[in-house]
C-alpha cells in the first residue's frame, strides 16, 4: 500500500510539475511575444474565418500590432523561400496540401500549441510544423427557390435525377473544385488516386445540360445563377448569411460522403516576430481562438473539446451531418491526382456539354 501511495504522489508531483512547466513556458513566450510587439501575417486577411477578431484580440490582450497582406497559399511559401533573412512575414494560413510542402522546403519552423493533444493526428505533422486550426468539408449550397419543382438534394445520387444545374467551379484553378470532385468519388467508391466515380457522374450532368459552367460564388448566388452549388461548408454558411433571404437555401454535408480538409497556420522560419508568431498559434488553439473561427463559420478543428456560444453554434452545421466525411489519407497521391484532373475533366466531362 506504501509503495502505491508513494507511486501515486510521485505521479501526482511529475504532473503538477509538468503544469506549472508550461504555465511558465507561456509565460514566457508572452513575454518574448509582447517584447517583440508586432506579428505581420501573409493569407490571413480580417474577411476570412474572421481574423479580425483573433488580431483584435491580440491587440488588446498582448499589445501586438498587425499587418496582412493577402495571397494564394502557394504564394506564401514562395514569399518565406524568397525572402529568407529580410523576412516581411512572420505567419501564414495555407490549405492543408500546402503545409507538407512548406515543410518540404525546410521554410518553416516547428511550435506546437498547449492543445497540441486535441487536434486529431490525421490533421497535424508529428514535429509541430503544422496543424489545422479549422476545417472545410465539401457541402452543397441550394437554392430553394430555383430547384423546378425537384427535391433539395441530400447527397450526391440525388444530383442524377434533380432538374437543376450544379455548380461546381473550375477545377484547374480552386481548390474547393478539386476537393468536391475528390468528395463526389469517395461518396461513389473513388480515392485519392481514382477520380472516375466522379469523372462519370458529373459527365452524365454534363450530357443532361445540367452541369453550370457559373462559378458557386457570392456575386453568382445573388444574380440568381446558382441552382446547386458544390462549396466548402464555410464558404456555403458565408454566402448564406449574406443573402438578401437567407431562408431561401439551405447548406448540407451530402449524407452519402464528402471530403474534409482545412487550413494550416505557418511560422516562417525566418521569421523577424517569431515569438509572437508562435503566441498567435497558441491564441489560435485556444478556446476563445477556437471561437472566433467559429464566427466566421469556419468549424474549429477542436469543435468535439470546446463549447460554443448559442448564437456561434447556431451559424455552424450540427455535428451529426459530419458522421460520413473522410480526411484525405494519401496525400501524396491525391497531389499527382489533383494535378492530372483539369486534362482528365476537360476530356472526359467538358467534352459532353450540351
Known amino acids: 500500500m506504501k509503495q502505491l501511495f508513494l507511486a501515486s504522489l510521485l505521479g501526482s508531483t ?12 507561456l509565460k514566457t513566450l508572452e513575454a518574448a511575444a509582447k517584447a517583440e510587439g508586432a506579428v505581420n ?3 490571413m486577411p480580417d474577411d476570412w474565418a474572421n481574423w479580425k477578431g483573433t488580431w483584435e484580440d ?4 498582448y499589445g501586438l500590432k498587425h499587418i496582412d497582406t493577402d495571397m494564394s497559399s502557394a504564394q506564401e511559401i514562395a514569399k518565406f523561400a524568397a525572402e529568407k533573412d529580410n523576412a516581411s512575414a512572420d505567419i501564414g494560413d495555407v490549405g492543408a496540401a500546402f503545409g ?9 519552423q516547428p511550435y506546437k500549441p498547449s492543445t497540441w493533444d486535441q487536434v486529431p493526428e490525421w490533421a497535424k505533422d508529428k514535429d509541430g510544423n503544422w496543424a489545422l486550426a479549422y476545417t472545410g468539408t465539401i457541402a452543397f449550397i441550394v437554392n430553394k427557390k430555383l430547384l423546378h419543382g425537384s ?18 467551379g473550375d477545377v484547374s484553378t480552386a481548390a474547393q473544385a478539386a476537393n468536391g470532385v475528390l468528395a463526389a468519388a469517395l461518396a461513389n467508391g473513388g480515392n485519392e488516386k481514382n477520380l472516375e466515380p466522379a469523372l462519370l457522374l458529373f459527365a452524365d450532368l454534363a450530357k443532361q445540360g445540367r452541369l453550370s459552367m457559373s462559378n458557386p460564388v457570392i456575386g453568382a448566388m445573388e444574380k440568381g445563377e446558382i441552382e446547386v452549388g458544390v462549396v466548402w461548408d464555410f464558404n456555403g454558411l458565408s454566402y448564406k448569411a449574406k443573402m438578401a433571404n437567407p431562408d431561401d437555401y439551405v447548406v448540407l454535408i451530402p449524407s452519402d ?13 525566418y521569421a523577424k516576430n517569431p515569438n509572437a508568431a508562435k503566441l498567435t498559434r497558441e491564441y489560435i488553439f485556444s478556446d476563445a ?8 463559420n469556419a468549424r474549429p478543428i477542436r469543435a468535439e473539446h470546446i463549447t460554443l456560444p448559442d448564437d456561434v453554434k447556431a451559424k455552424l452545421l450540427p455535428n451529426e451531418q459530419y458522421k460520413n466525411v473522410t480526411p484525405i489519407k494519401d496525400a501524396d497521391a491525391w497531389e499527382k491526382t489533383s494535378k492530372a484532373l483539369p486534362q482528365k475533366w476537360n476530356e472526359e466531362v467538358i467534352v459532353e456539354m450540351k
Open 14 to 25: 511529475i504532473a503538477m510539475c509538468t503544469a506549472a512547466m508550461a504555465a511558465d513556458d
Open 58 to 61: 491580440l491587440a488588446k490582450n
Open 100 to 108: 507538407p510542402i512548406a515543410v518540404k522546403q525546410g521554410v518553416v
Open 41 to 43: 501575417s501573409v493569407g
Open 151 to 168: 427535391d433539395v438534394p441530400t447527397k450526391w445520387a440525388d444530383l442524377k435525377d434533380g432538374k437543376y444545374k450544379v455548380s461546381i
Open 289 to 296: 481562438g477556437q471561437i472566433n473561427l467559429a464566427k466566421g
Open 257 to 269: 460522403g464528402s471530403v474534409i480538409s482545412g487550413y494550416t497556420t505557418i511560422i516562417n522560419k
